[in-house]
């Protein structure tokens, strides 16, 4: 199968992109990929598998590969003698944080007709932001952990007791993330949140909160991954988890009873069930007195939680065939004729 | 001003979108209109002022026109001699319903850097999605109608008395919407709204209910229009809402009392602030028992709801000199080029 994978993007995470692509060079061993970058100002670049390092970005020689144009149907490299397209099955997104995650690329494939992995529009703007998150999830009656929710422009008072944790709405990869102790450490982890967002939620912070991790897709049958404990400091931060985005190899299964790993399950599947169709989403839950809590939904999950399955390139083919597709809507102009017949115009 | 209009789009609303437009040209009287149509297979023409007719697309006569390409910056007319931009300081967008609503075209402005008024992309994801609208409503206080939702393979049962008003959860313009008296009529009700969208929600239908619109900005302050009180049967079917889009004179405020004005105003605010910066929208609400209930959020109203403002015009001018800016994200490879240093590869 030929996968294209979208990376890059006007994103905070625009570098963990590319850590997760290169990733993927090693994890898919039987197709052929193609690699569209989409640099931080937003031109399309078609590189070559063996161009394909790190240093390629770094470097600024990405500009020196094939500009591309997104048009009806897909990619295509522009020419003297006409626009040729640029061929694959299957476009990847890969595009972790703004641009990837918010709904855009979701806007974009779907406008240009092009077959994608990834959230769909209305799945990306309701995880992306924590805040969405929340509504969605209690509408699901799907347990969250208590929030407040702070604007930029409000008064900086919070009534969750310490410790709290802070984190920007419509940021991953823990970025602009801080525990706050006490009353004396909030104003600076606010203008450190504040620097990424206009708004940020509040939760308690649970000190040794037990966490497992669920990914998994629904293709013509539920492929859902081992559960994972990760393991962890107080809190992943942006360096650990970026390491954490280049991980290739399967990781072994959370040691816990089966009623706990069915929970777990029950409200992945609730969460994802119809809403993240097309999509490989993780969600990392919090387990409080036996009680399984929603603390949030990866969209595009670093690697795409690839070492949580067995096989993951057999189920990205199975999901690339079992893609969301949308209605067909037939214009036929049967209300401007009558209106025109009605003025005598027809 | 040279304001470039969107409109078409694969929707539902297609034929709307037209009309609408159409009545622009009578109500930007100072201003430089362009025209781009987006065809409802997603092509985008460039239309000339003088060809503006609605024949011009129910006849198919608009595929002689020029198309053109969405690229970084804005449109382009491609040529033999490198690609020419079409140039204007503001794209308004008037697409309703699918495309235009639902936030793919606010993706596709934001993505490619064109100054825009429309909803911006998760403005638009909750008002589009009408059981969002009652997430997002009700986290900010604002009071709407009792629902249920239903989704296509959900068991056809509902607890509301009747008569009940189902509505698609994705679709404006009163398309697939029916009022069900009883039991016997909710099975057809059902299959019309699940035509169009796969998911309804049900709500009481309430006879007689007082209904107000108000539209309105944020600009460098407040600009609220009149409060409508729209005249209306039962209710405003396609076609005569059809004829409704076309409005273009002022209408007359509704005689209403100060108390009542105010509370719809300060709901208007709630909806709007800061989620809709950069929109024109109308928010229409039932009174019952001197209580304000958000009925809809239109976040592309009908020609824009131009005949509710005294100079709908110049408003549009100080709206577009008060876009919401989108951050600037500085991608500086910090993160790769320490990994590399630590690799030896740098």
Redesign the interface.
Known sequence: MNIAILFGG???E???S??STITMKKVFKKSNLLFIFVS????FYLIDVKDMT??L??SGDYKKCKQI????GGFFIDGWFGAKPVTFDVALNLIHG??GE???M???M????IPFISPR??AS??SY?K??TK??AE?LGVKTVPYEYL?KTDERKITTPYPVIIKPVRLGSSIGVSIVKNESELDYALDVAFEFD?DVIVEPFIVGVKEFNQAGCYTNDWELSIVEEPHKEEFLD??KK?MDFSRDSQVLAADMNDALKTKIQENFKKIYH?LFGGAVIRCDFFVIEDEVYLNEINPIPGSMANYLFEDFEEMIYRLASHLPKEKH???D?Q???S??SAKG?A
Chains 1, 2 share one sequence.
């Open positions: 006007s994103s905070y625009h570098e963990i590319i850590v931080s100002d937003r031109q790190s240093k970005f770094s144009t997104l048009k009806k703004r641009d918010d709904g855009k979701a806007s974009l779907t406008f240009f007709s529009l209305e703007v309701l932001n805040l969405y509504f969605f509408s604007s206009t942006f360096e970026y119809p809507i037939t214009v102009y209300y401007i004729h209106i025109q115009k």
